[in-house]
Every structure is written in C-alpha cells, then in structure tokens.
C-alpha cells in the first residue's frame, strides 16, 4: 500500500492536495488546517465528489458525514488515518484461550 497516507500527518498533506483541487486553490498550503471544511467551500457536493476518491484512493469507506460535519483537516485526517489502522490490522486468528 504504498503511497497511501496511513499517519494522521500523511493524511493532511493528503486532504490538503486533494481539497486545493476541488476548491481550485493553487497550492494546498492555503488551505487552513484547522478550519471547519465548510469555512472553506466544502458544500454537499464538493463533499460526495471528495468522499468518492477518498474512498478510491484509500481503499476504505468514508460516510459523508465526516465530511458535512465541522471537522477541520487536522480533525478529519486523524479519522481517516484511525479508520486506514483499523482497515489494515490483523484480525483475530480465531484460536480462543482456554
């Protein structure tokens, strides 16, 4: 899985390139961190069209909810990472402790 942003810090590079291109700013550093997405321009359907590639991008399902609600980048990134370490995680091997 490489290229695929797995620490929350990644993942806000990530959110960030992805955002300046959907909100068609130049560089992603203008894009502020720790603002509520919609302070920024992220209506309901920036948001669909932003959960469909991060879905594709991710390989994880991500409820639009995460990005209606009044999540900044920082906050969102820390959900998306948690979200790629429960994806990734071993699952039990099925042997129970007697």
Do not use: K, W
Request: aromatic share 4%.
């Amino acid at each position: 899985m490489s290229g695929i942003p797995t620490t929350p810090q990644a993942m806000e590079a990530f959110l960030c390139r992805n955002l300046a291109s959907y909100l068609d700013i130049p560089p992603a550093h203008r894009i502020h961190r720790d603002r509520p997405l919609y302070s920024q321009g992220v209506d309901s359907l920036t948001a669909l069209s932003l959960q469909r590639r991060l879905e594709r991008d991710l390989h994880i399902p991500v409820p639009a909810s995460y990005l209606l609600r009044e999540n900044s980048v920082s906050e969102l990134a820390a959900v998306l990472a948690d979200l790629m370490r429960r994806s990734t995680a071993p699952q039990g091997s099925g042997v129970v402790a007697a």
